[in-house]
C-alpha cells in the first residue's frame, strides 16, 4: 500500500492540488490537522478531505476558526484569516471538521498526533530533547506530527538516551528500522516554513516499511490572488513565496 501523509494544508487548494497531482496513485491518505486557516479554499480543501482521507485530526487553526479555542491565542493576521474562514465552512464541511480528534493510535506502528504525543495542539517539536521527552509517552514505533510546518524527522535507536534529527532532502527515502523509534514531520501543503516555497507532503509504503519525502512546486501567485479576493492579510501573503 501507498499512504499519503500531509498535513498543514491551511485552505491552499492550489498546493492542495498539486500535492494530489504528484502523489500518483495511492491507496489511503492520512491529515495530520490544520486542513484550514490562514488560506483562501476552506471548503474546497476540507471537501478534498472528506473524499481521500482515511484517518484525519484537528489542528489549532482548525479549532480557531471553529471557534473552539480563544481566537486571543493568535496573531492579529492568523485571528483574522481564522474567522474569516469559520465563517466560510458550510454546514456540511463544519460537521466533517468538528469531531476530530488531534491524535489518534492508528494501530501498534502508529501514532498520529498534529503537535506531539505531549501536546497534540500548541507543542512545536523542533528538537532532539524535545522528541525524547515524548517518546517517553507512547508505544508506537513511529509518531506522525506536522504543526511546525518544517519538513523533518528524529529517531531514537532502543536502548540510547538521545534522539537525532534529520532534515530531509526531496526524494529521500527513511527506513523504518526495528530498533529504531521515530517522529515524522512531512512538512507543509499550503505554507511551509522551512525556506523552501514548495509544498511538502510523504509517502508511506507498506511493502517495504519506509517513509519518503517530497516537495512539489505549485503556482504560488494563483493562491496569492486569490488571499487579495478575499482580503487576507498581506503579510500572509506574501510569505507563501519565501517558505516561511
Given at each position: 500500500?501507498?499512504?499519503?501523509?500531509?498535513?498543514?494544508?491551511?485552505?491552499?487548494?492550489?498546493?492542495?492540488?498539486?500535492?494530489?497531482?504528484?502523489?500518483?496513485?495511492?491507496?489511503?491518505?492520512?491529515?495530520?490537522?490544520?486542513?484550514?486557516?490562514?488560506?483562501?479554499?476552506?471548503?474546497?480543501?476540507?471537501?478534498?478531505?472528506?473524499?481521500?482521507?482515511?484517518?484525519?485530526?484537528?489542528?489549532?487553526?482548525?479549532?480557531?476558526?471553529?471557534?473552539?479555542?480563544?481566537?486571543r491565542d493568535f496573531?492579529?493576521?492568523?485571528?483574522?484569516?481564522?474567522?474569516?474562514?469559520g465563517s466560510q465552512?458550510?454546514?456540511?464541511?463544519?460537521?466533517?471538521?468538528?469531531?476530530?480528534?488531534?491524535?489518534?493510535?492508528?494501530?501498534?506502528?502508529?501514532?498520529?498526533?498534529?503537535?506531539?504525543?505531549?501536546?497534540?495542539?500548541?507543542?512545536?517539536?523542533?528538537?532532539?530533547?524535545?522528541?525524547?521527552?515524548?517518546?517517553?509517552?507512547?508505544?508506537?514505533?513511529?509518531?506522525?506530527?506536522?504543526?511546525?510546518?518544517?519538513?523533518?524527522?528524529?529517531?531514537?535507536?532502543?536502548?540510547?538516551?538521545?534522539?537525532?534529527?534529520?532534515?530531509?532532502?526531496?526524494?529521500?527515502?527513511?527506513?523504518?528500522?526495528?530498533?529504531?523509534?521515530?517522529?515524522?514531520?512531512?512538512?507543509?501543503?499550503?505554507?511551509?516554513?522551512?525556506?523552501?516555497?514548495?509544498?511538502?507532503?510523504?509517502?508511506?509504503?507498506?511493502?517495504?516499511?519506509?517513509?519518503?519525502?517530497?516537495?512539489?512546486?505549485?503556482?504560488?501567485?494563483?493562491?496569492?490572488?486569490?488571499?487579495?479576493?478575499?482580503?487576507?492579510?498581506?503579510?500572509?501573503?506574501?510569505?507563501?513565496?519565501?517558505?516561511?
Amino acid at each position: 500500500m501507498r499512504i499519503v501523509i500531509l498535513s498543514d494544508i491551511h485552505s491552499n487548494l492550489v498546493a492542495l492540488e498539486a500535492v494530489l497531482s504528484a502523489a500518483g496513485n495511492f491507496d489511503a491518505l492520512w491529515s495530520v490537522g490544520d486542513t484550514i486557516g490562514y488560506g483562501p479554499r476552506p471548503n474546497e480543501c476540507v471537501e478534498l478531505m472528506r473524499k481521500h482521507a482515511q484517518i484525519a485530526i484537528t489542528g489549532n487553526h482548525d479549532l480557531a476558526s471553529l471557534g473552539k479555542i480563544d481566537l486571543r491565542d493568535f496573531n492579529p493576521d492568523a485571528r483574522k484569516a481564522n474567522l474569516w474562514n469559520g465563517s466560510q465552512l458550510t454546514p456540511e464541511n463544519r460537521a466533517w471538521l468538528e469531531p476530530l480528534p488531534p491524535s489518534i493510535h492508528v494501530d501498534k506502528q502508529f501514532l498520529v498526533a498534529h503537535g506531539s504525543p505531549r501536546e497534540p495542539i500548541w507543542e512545536y517539536l523542533l528538537m532532539p530533547d524535545q522528541a525524547v521527552a515524548n517518546f517517553e509517552l507512547f508505544s508506537n514505533q513511529v509518531c506522525i506530527i506536522g504543526h511546525s510546518h518544517v519538513q523533518l524527522g528524529f529517531r531514537m535507536r532502543t536502548g540510547s538516551e538521545h534522539a537525532e534529527r534529520f532534515l530531509p532532502d526531496s526524494g529521500r527515502t527513511v527506513e523504518l528500522n526495528s530498533s529504531t523509534r521515530y517522529f515524522i514531520n512531512p512538512g507543509s501543503v499550503g505554507q511551509p516554513r522551512d525556506q523552501d516555497p514548495r509544498a511538502a507532503f510523504a509517502v508511506f509504503d507498506t511493502s517495504n516499511n519506509s517513509i519518503r519525502f517530497h516537495r512539489v512546486a505549485y503556482d504560488i501567485a494563483k493562491t496569492q490572488r486569490q488571499m487579495q479576493e478575499c482580503g487576507l492579510p498581506p503579510a500572509l501573503i506574501r510569505r507563501l513565496e519565501f517558505g516561511m
